[in-house]
T-cell receptor, first 113, second 114 residues
């Protein structure tokens, strides 16, 4: 079965600090995509970053970067210089080719002023 | 560009009733996917529509059905509502039939079943 596990239900950090959200997944396939989505209180799910499993280089989007360890099936998200607007639920997700997206249960992140 | 829109925003129904939720995709998108997000959980895939046909389906009973119209908008219908159907229902649109294409999400419809 394809599963995504986020072991941190909730986290709090001070503004401007760096925070890392953990994610592990399980699949026997070799080709897939991994995602981090952000869901603020407005409920709109927003794609933060995407990683193709066949690429060894970790994806980066401005203050957001990932640490992708394929052998360990680990896909953590690092947020640098955190901002108040980063407060949200963060979901790790993956999908196989021509299949459905599978989400984890999420990590609630609070950025404190 | 209005992005993905969903209606209504909130809905309250009683057990046994039927409900229809609506979704308009982002301009230029032709594929619509529906997700159920229970409180405190991640979204779960219900089904996906492309070219007015259901292309993929998650582990949901036949009480959940859908439709896609020629203008690519979509409806989600749930019959014989159960208390457990209370959730946020998210619609996502993308271009072309490929899960690798980025999905853009709407703000969701909050359904409460009493």
């Amino acid at each position: 079965a394809q599963t995504v596990t986020q072991s941190q239900p909730e986290m709090s950090v001070q503004e401007a600090e760096t925070v890392t959200l953990s994610c592990t997944y399980d699949t026997s396939e070799s080709n897939y995509y991994l995602f981090w989505y952000k869901q603020p209180p407005s409920r709109q799910m927003i794609l933060v970053i995407r990683q193709e499993a066949y690429k060894q280089q970790n994806a980066t989007e401005n203050r957001f970067s990932v640490n992708f360890q394929k052998a360990a099936k680990s896909f953590s998200l690092k947020i640098s210089d955190s901002q108040l607007g980063d407060t949200a639920m963060y979901f790790c997700a993956f999908l196989l080719e021509d299949d459905k997206i599978i989400f984890g249960k999420g990590t609630r992140l609070h950025i404190l002023p | 560009d209005a992005g993905v829109t969903q209606s209504p925003t909130h809905l309250i129904k009683t057990r046994g009733q039927q409900v229809t939720l609506r979704c308009s995709p982002k301009s230029g998108h032709d594929t619509v996917s529906w997700y159920q997000q229970a409180l405190g959980q991640g979204p779960q895939f219900i089904f996906q529509y492309y070219e007015e046909e259901e292309r993929q389906r998650g582990n949901f009973p036949d009480r959940f059905s859908g439709h896609q119209f020629p203008n690519y908008s979509s409806e989600l219908n749930v019959n014989a509502l159960l208390l457990g159907d209370s959730a946020l229902y998210l619609c996502a649109s993308s271009f072309g039939y490929s899960s690798y294409n980025e999905q853009f999400f709407g703000p969701g419809t909050r359904l409460t079943v009493l």
